[in-house]
């Protein structure tokens, strides 16, 4: 059961630090380990912040998609 957690979340979860980390051209593991140590310093305050721009990440994706032609309309 707990694999099962690990891939989902290594699939699913790590997207939003790398997308932060290649916008602010840092290694995504940096960023994974500033959520961590934000979340235990803050006692939880690092994983709703992560939540929150995971959140936000996937609406910006669905209103702005990438259209490949002007026949994609």
């Known amino acids: 059961m707990f694999y099962n957690l690990r891939q989902f979340l290594e699939r ?3 997207y939003v630090s790398s997308r932060l980390a ?3 051209g840092m290694r995504a593991k940096n960023v994974r380990l500033f959520f961590i140590y934000l979340t235990f ?3 939880g305050l690092g994983f709703v912040l992560y939540l929150n721009m995971a959140f936000w990440l996937k609406i910006k994706d669905l209103i702005y998609t ?3 032609s ?3 309309l």
């Open 12 to 14: 699913n979860g790590f």
């Open 22 to 24: 290649d916008r602010l």
């Open 41 to 43: 310093a803050t006692v």
């Open 66 to 68: 990438k259209r490949t």
């Open 70 to 72: 002007v026949f994609d």
